[in-house]
């Protein structure tokens, strides 16, 4: 089994096996496809972010992170019916697509998929926070879009020597 180096064609790949799995899950699980995009749109004031911990192979983070209205949308199209906050089923909803897009994007990656563990899901939301990940030379940052919203997915991670 060959080590993980960082390359620039790794992590290339890295973030193609991301685009991957964003579609698979939300094609499979949401029902609708999802794809990169070219720019963000404006953002919301409220905002959800989950975030999956990596350990072993590699260790940081995936952080999905959408706008309110975005995040009710998934948990609706997830449950069939319409939140009218960002309450308990969306953020369940938002942690459970996190770490489906998370397991399906390390699974892409035969090193990964047995060396690397996923932590359970953390879901923080509100009007005013930010992500920051202080030790991660690694960045890999996404933007998709679904129906008529966008979301981003950032890895960030630090690989073995």
């Given at each position: ?29 949401v029902g609708v496809r999802c ?127």
């Amino acid at each position: 089994m060959a080590a993980l180096s960082g390359t620039a064609t790794e992590i290339a790949q890295f973030a193609k096996d991301l685009d991957r799995a964003a579609d698979e899950v939300f094609s499979t699980m949401v029902g609708v496809r999802c794809l990169p995009a070219e720019l963000e749109t404006a953002s919301e004031r409220e905002t959800i972010s989950a975030v999956i911990g990596l350990a072993g192979a590699i260790s940081g983070s995936l952080v999905l992170h959408g706008g309110r209205r975005a995040a009710m949308r998934i948990a609706e199209r997830l449950t069939g019916e319409a939140p009218e906050s960002l309450d308990a089923t969306v953020r369940d909803a938002i942690g459970e697509v996190c770490n489906m897009v998370a397991g399906a994007w390390k699974g892409f990656n035969s090193m990964l998929a047995s060396a690397c563990l996923l932590s359970t899901p953390t879901v923080v939301a509100g009007t005013s926070y930010e992500l920051f990940s202080q030790r991660a030379p690694v960045r890999i940052e996404r933007t998709y879009s679904f129906e008529e919203f966008t979301l981003t997915v950032t890895i960030f991670c630090e690989l073995p020597c």
